[in-house]
């Protein structure tokens, strides 16, 4: 048997107060919450490890995850991190300050410019992923293989509904 947690004193607290409620949604996404928080903070920590902002790595991840040559255009980063296109020329501007990146044109269109990944944000965005996983793996680390395949089963058929494109 597994040792009661803060959720299982809300949620009883909350069966008590207000019998006439299922708060059985509680269970499962106070758990949800309160390891998202211990995820973010475990985020936060790595990138600035490797002086990186959240946002820095998820636009440096991103054109890594395109493979080489690391180019997407500005449009393709907007999609896949899922801001505004003025946020992203914000985001690329300030990752061009620091030569993580670089604009180049286009070749495919004489309007448009295509951001490429420069070996220095290569480098930065492979460091903090290492100790990203490093950390992510200490939070998985009380669940099994088994457990944790299970748990990324049951999360895809939650999110799914989110993920519909």
């Known amino acids: 048997m597994r040792a009661e947690d803060e959720v299982d004193r809300i949620v009883a607290d909350w069966a008590r107060e207000r019998p006439d409620l299922d708060v059985g949604p509680l269970e499962v996404l106070s758990r949800v919450t309160r ?7 475990a985020r936060r920590s790595a990138f600035a490890a490797h002086d990186l902002e ?3 790595f998820d636009v440096l991840a991103a054109l890594r995850r395109a493979g ?3 180019e997407l255009s500005p449009g393709r980063l907007v999609d896949r991190n899922l801001v505004t296109s003025g946020t992203m020329t914000n985001r690329v501007d300030r990752l061009a300050t620091r030569h993580l990146v670089q604009r180049r044109p ?21 460091a903090a992923l290492e100790d990203l ?3 992510e793996h200490q939070l998985l680390q009380a669940l099994d293989d088994p457990e944790r395949t299970e748990l990324a089963g049951l999360l895809r058929v939650l999110l799914a509904q989110f993920d519909q494109r």
């Open 35 to 41: 390891l998202s928080r211990h995820l973010d903070l």
């Open 54 to 56: 959240l946002w820095e």
């Open 133 to 135: 996983l490093a950390r």
């Open 106 to 126: 286009d070749p495919a269109d004489r309007r448009g410019v295509l951001v490429r990944l420069t070996s220095a944000g290569r480098r930065a965005v492979d």
């Open 68 to 70: 080489s040559p690391y």
